[in-house]
């Protein structure tokens, strides 16, 4: 954690030096790839000794198949390859390191390489093994239309913006921010009006950085005051179970599902300012004409505590993750598109028993939230009252719903979920079947 907090820290400076000194228009793009990439390698290296192997051992054989692979298939050998490969790293730390060896965390900077590789290779397809009118019009406009260079390859998968806390990004938004066109293009695809100036501004991520740093310092200090004092494990010990009436355990499973988010809120935000800090992350401009900084951002946190629908909260936690759930599973899949995206999250994650309690409950979860949303939501829209009423009770039931739904992805072994899913009388698997079981189930739209 120490590694991690200061390689971090390092990497914010260094992405401030990178933006000013190495700039496009200081530094030609052979010269920026590089000095990304091997401040990459070092901070693996720093953080992860020799287990660090394992990342470049992931990116030169999925740089072999990218290049000796057939079209048509490369996107499937890229994903067999790295999730099998990032899933035997999964089983090892748990049966080899017995889940406690803080250099094996490892895992970590091997999923969002594993999230980039699989991205680049379905883009690639799309660019190259597809007609256009085949696509999407977001795979349209990430398509890649050539295979990338040794030296932009590795820097997209190992620069020190993402190396260790990521978040994965577009191949074509990563090589437009190296070369230089990253914001004039961001604004362009906006249909930016110029408003005054003579030619496309060039904002500064200065704000953002700062705004985004004062997150990171209000999610550490609620980290170490409220995460070490409301633990996950108090919700299962015998004598709370035993003293606690079912609402109050209730209340107090929303408390210290809260005290573990900090932690996140952190690691994603600070990641999200360094990026920033290079110069990294414009996704163009606000209706009020504001320049945005959020195309890398892996969470919204006022829409996360305020949603009202289990989708809605999904969409603004782990945003990137969700995206690349969507780009290589969910838009690809050819029939059971949501249960599929669950399962490949739950084995992204790792092998832990709770993860897999928790992604196959969300299934049924949002199946049946669904069904709610779309046979009962309009009969509320008829004035402002009920429709407050209808926001204040689905914001109850979305917290507790995603709080009875993480909890196993926190406690991670099966004798503890199923002692917690016990003392909550499995209440929300029961509520669900019943709402799939009594409300109709209307056609949805193949959209995440």
């Not at 907090?5 to 496009?24: D, H, K, N, S």
């Not at 016990?422 to 799939?436: A, G, P, Q």
Request: with cysteine; glycine share 4%; hydrophobic share 50%.
């Amino acid at each position: 954690q120490i590694n991690f907090v200061a390689c971090q820290l390092f990497a914010l400076l260094a992405a401030f030096w990178f933006r000013i000194y190495l700039g496009p228009s200081h530094a030609s793009s052979a010269v920026r790839h590089a000095f990304a990439t091997l401040f990459g390698i070092y901070f693996a290296v720093f953080c992860f000794g020799w287990y660090s192997i394992h990342l470049f051992v992931l990116v030169v054989m999925n740089y072999g198949i990218m290049n000796m692979a057939s079209i048509p298939n490369i996107h499937r050998y890229s994903f067999v390859v790295a999730m099998g490969y990032l899933t035997l790293c999964h089983i090892s730390r748990i049966y080899i390191f017995h889940y406690g060896i803080l250099t094996t965390d490892f895992s970590g900077p091997l999923m969002i390489i594993t999230q980039k590789i699989t991205t680049l290779a379905c883009q690639l397809h799309d660019g190259i093994g597809r007609q256009a009118e085949e696509l999407t019009a977001e795979q349209n406009r990430l398509a890649v239309k050539t295979r990338p260079s040794l030296l932009e390859y590795l820097s997209y998968l190992l620069n020190f913006m993402s190396i260790i806390a990521g978040p994965c990004s577009n191949y074509k938004d990563y090589i437009a921010f190296i070369e230089g066109r990253h914001v004039h293009m961001k604004l362009l695809e906006v249909n930016w009006k110029q408003k005054g100036y003579d030619r496309l501004p060039d904002p500064s991520p200065t704000g953002a950085v700062m705004y985004k740093l004062c997150i990171t310092l209000v999610s550490l200090i609620l980290f170490l005051t409220l995460t070490k004092n409301f633990p996950m494990a108090y919700i299962i010990d015998n004598e709370f179970l035993d003293k606690t009436p079912f609402l109050s355990r209730l209340g107090y499973l929303y408390v210290v599902t809260q005290a573990a988010k900090p932690k996140y809120y952190f690691a994603w935000t600070l990641a999200d300012a360094v990026n920033n800090a290079a110069g990294y992350g414009f996704s163009g401009v606000d209706e009020r004409g504001t320049f945005r900084w959020d195309l890398l951002s892996n969470l919204n946190i006022w829409n996360i505590e305020t949603a009202t629908s289990f989708k809605m909260y999904i969409e603004n936690w782990n945003i990137q993750t969700a995206a690349w759930l969507k780009r290589v599973c969910y838009d690809r899949a050819p029939w059971y598109p949501t249960a599929l995206t669950f399962i490949l999250s739950a084995l992204w994650h790792g092998i832990y028993p709770g993860y897999y309690f928790t992604f196959l409950t969300g299934i049924l979860i949002t199946l049946a939230a669904r069904a709610i949303r779309n046979n009962c939501r309009h009969y509320f829209l008829s004035s402002v009252p009920l429709k407050i009423a209808y926001d204040v009770v689905t914001w109850v039931v979305t917290q507790l719903a995603v709080c009875y739904t993480v909890a196993p992805f926190v406690m991670l072994a099966v004798e503890p979920t199923i002692k917690f899913y016990k003392s909550m009388y499995f209440h929300m698997h029961v509520l669900s079947i019943l709402v799939l079981l009594v409300l109709p189930i209307r056609p949805q739209a193949h959209s995440i």
